[in-house]
């Protein structure tokens, strides 16, 4: 079974500092990894995924993320973070060539101060 | 840009009693989902629908849940016997399922809040 531990349940920082979200997750098998944003009374929203090729992706709103497989990690950051961030983040992973089940973190409160 | 809609945003109801959520998956989507997020905890999968079938269930769903796509448009979650515990914000999503092995991006609606009392 896959897991998901995403390790700070709430991250405050100022506008315009950088910020990383971790993620780790537990696999026996090779997986795809995303991160989901959810806006206040808004759905989950896609941010980026990682299928395969450059472990360096890039998202919308800035975003990047790395997904490193000796770590099993996949942190998200930004370099310079806006107030309309502030917002819920969650780590998910689904099994290659398995079922399309999406396995979540508990989520990261990101809270962005002026 | 099309989007997951879901009705009611809030439910509330008595335990025994049956709800339904409803959703509206994006129109040319073919996979269907329902997920829970009870509060304070992970957001848990509870099923995935595929040509008119589920094509796979968590261990949370158990007989009192049902799905169904009753026409052309609509994806709805019954629960027949509602309990304490079924408390929780549901949410549900759709992908496009052309590409399958898990590799879809799902679209998420905002979610129905139930609390059962």
């Known amino acids: 079974a896959q897991s998901v531990t995403q390790l700070d349940s709430q991250v405050p920082v100022f506008e315009e500092a950088p910020v990383e979200l971790r993620c780790n997750y537990s696999s026996s098998v090779s997986v795809y990894l995303f991160w989901y944003v959810q806006y206040p009374n808004q759905g989950l929203q896609l941010l980026l995924k990682y299928l395969s090729g450059s472990t360096l992706v890039k998202g919308i709103n800035g975003f990047e993320a790395e997904f490193n497989k000796s770590q099993t990690s996949f942190h998200l950051r930004k370099p310079s973070v806006h107030i309309s961030d502030t917002a819920e983040y969650f780590c998910a992973v689904t099994t290659q060539g398995g079922s399309e089940k999406l396995v979540f973190g508990k989520g990261t409160k990101l809270t962005v101060n002026p | 840009e099309p989007e997951v809609t879901q009705t009611p945003s809030h439910q509330v109801t008595q335990m025994g009693q049956e709800v339904i959520l409803r959703c509206v998956p994006i129109?040319?989507?073919?996979?269907f989902y329902w997920y829970r997020q009870i509060l304070g905890q992970k957001v848990e999968f509870l099923v995935s629908f595929y040509n008119n079938e589920i094509s796979e269930k968590s261990e949370i769903f158990d007989d009192q849940f049902s799905v169904e796509r009753p026409d052309g448009s609509n994806f709805t979650l019954k629960i027949r016997s509602t309990k304490l515990e079924d408390s929780a914000m549901y949410f549900c999503a759709s992908s496009l399922g052309l590409a399958g092995g898990g590799q879809e991006t799902q679209y998420f609606g905002p979610g129905t809040r139930l609390l059962v009392l």
């Open positions: 129109s040319n989507h073919l996979y």
